[in-house]
């Protein structure tokens, strides 16, 4: 079984840097894409960035290229994967609720970017970690 353990997060001030991670453990050969969301109180949950576990080939949301870097540090013989969301010139805007989650594609078709980055694609979620920005 699946399980994702999120740690960083906090308040910062607008301009900084700012890294969050995700420990997944237990994942399958099914377990294809680790994603980053985020959720702002009454927004719905929101795609930001994604990484193929298998190839480590990064995905972003169009809006948000630059200031957001995913990356993954995985251990394919333990089934474990560390995956790592750097954000940096942090915007009040950014504030949110950032979860990360296993996401499980088809192997024998290629999703899309937009697919990708879809919370509804994903069934497994950390518990999320409050990113607070002060102007």
């Known amino acids: 079984q699946v399980q994702l353990v999120q740690s960083g997060g906090g308040e910062v001030a607008a301009g900084q840097s700012l890294n969050l991670s995700c420990a997944v453990s237990g994942y399958t050969y099914r377990t294809n894409y680790i994603g980053w969301f985020r959720q702002s109180p009454g927004k719905e949950r929101a795609g930001v960035a994604a990484?193929?576990?298998?190839?480590?080939?990064?995905?972003?949301?169009?809006s948000l290229q630059g200031r957001f870097t995913v990356s993954q540090d995985r251990n394919a013989l333990a089934l474990q994967n560390t995956v790592y969301l750097k954000v940096k010139n942090l915007e009040p805007e950014d504030t949110a609720v950032y979860y990360c989650a296993a996401g499980e594609f088809n192997p024998f078709e290629a999703p899309t970017p937009v697919s990708i980055l879809r919370a509804d694609h994903y069934n497994t979620w950390g518990q999320g970690t409050q990113v607070t920005v002060s102007a």
């Open positions: 990484v193929d576990v298998f190839d480590g080939k990064p995905f972003y949301s169009d």
